[in-house]
């Protein structure tokens, strides 16, 4: 360690110490900050989705919360169940473009910089919101039940795409 980068060169110089020592936290002070914009700028995410007919329309933060629910005209002539179920299928859709957005800002944000540290966020994003794949219309439609005149038929149903996530330590992708 006596080398010329080591700890006995710097034993020798204590000026030359303290500017590695400057230069070292001024570096953690920079990498405070980017980590501090990339989060300022993700909580800031929205990302909203519609029904494919428009009765339903949801806006998600980047932690995946709802921060708005809107309702179309054609909201009012669905069965609550089917409308429950119309609310989380476009929740899951605005949801499912999580991953990438955060991956998008932390790009412009940080570089190249921390790639470990990114992927295991991503990942765990894409765990928590998967994308969403579109099942396959079935073969034949079965004719439609003599109680439900009024209602519309249902829209066709996604798969999602579900991973085991870890235990969410709160709201925040941070």
Do not use: C
């Not at 000026?15 to 990339?38: H, T």
Request: aromatic share 4%; glycine share 8%; charged share 30%.
């Amino acid at each position: 360690m006596t080398g010329a980068n080591g700890l006995g060169e710097l034993m020798r110089d204590p000026d030359e110490a303290q500017r590695k020592l400057d230069q070292w936290a001024e570096g953690l002070q920079n990498k405070a900050e980017r980590y501090a914009a990339a989060q300022e700028r993700t909580e800031q995410l929205r990302l909203t989705a519609s029904s494919q007919d428009g009765a339903v329309k949801v806006t998600v933060g980047a932690d995946g919360g709802v921060t708005d629910l809107e309702f179309g005209g054609k909201a009012r002539t669905y069965p609550l169940e089917e409308l429950s179920r119309q609310i989380l299928q476009t929740m899951h859709q605005a949801q499912a473009g999580i991953a990438n957005q955060v991956a998008e800002v932390m790009q412009e944000t940080l570089g190249d910089e921390d790639q470990e540290t990114r992927s295991l966020m991503i990942g765990t994003l894409r765990s928590r919101f998967p994308e969403i794949e579109e099942e396959e219309p079935p073969a034949s439609t079965p004719p439609p039940s003599s109680s439900s005149t009024d209602a519309p038929p249902p829209p066709h149903t996604p798969r999602e795409k579900r991973h085991e996530a870890p235990e969410d330590e709160g709201n925040s992708p941070w």
